[in-house]
Nanobody
Framework: QVQLVESGGGLVQAGGSLRLSCAASGRTVSSYVIGWFRQAPGKEREFAARITGRDRFTYYEDSVKGRFTISRDNAKNTVYLQMNSLKPEDTAVYYC???????????????WGQGIQVTVSS
């Protein structure tokens, strides 16, 4: 069993930055794909970024490409999402998720964090 805990969210002005962390416990997730998803009020959960296990290949949704960077520290069993040039439309609850072979679909992931709020004011 894997437990995931997000941290680092909060309120920031447009153009600002935040770094989200996703700390895993229960077992090592170094071989798992870790994805970041987000869900705005009244909208479906959507893919934002993901990173593969040991190869650390990264993938981004088009609207965050060039602004968000996903990385991982397998020694700390933690994945990060650096978010720069934030926009009001980035406001959402952000979730990290782990899967053996995750893609862009939330159904690809088995383990989920509880989510953390990110609010970007204009």
């Amino acid at each position: 069993q894997v437990q995931l805990v997000e941290s680092g969210g909060g309120l920031v002005q447009a153009g600002g930055s935040l770094r989200l962390s996703c700390a895993a416990s229960g077992r090592t997730v170094s071989s798992y794909v870790i994805g970041w998803f987000r869900q705005a009020p009244g909208k479906e959960r959507e893919f934002a970024a993901r990173i593969t296990g040991r190869d650390r290949f990264t993938y981004y949704e088009d609207s965050v490409k060039g602004r968000f960077t996903i990385s991982r520290d397998n020694a700390k069993n933690t994945v990060y999402l650096q978010m720069n040039s934030l926009k009001p439309e980035d406001t959402a609850v952000y979730y990290c998720a782990a899967g053996r072979s995750g893609g862009n679909n939330p159904n690809d992931y088995v383990y989920w964090g509880q989510g953390i709020q990110v609010t970007v004011s204009s």
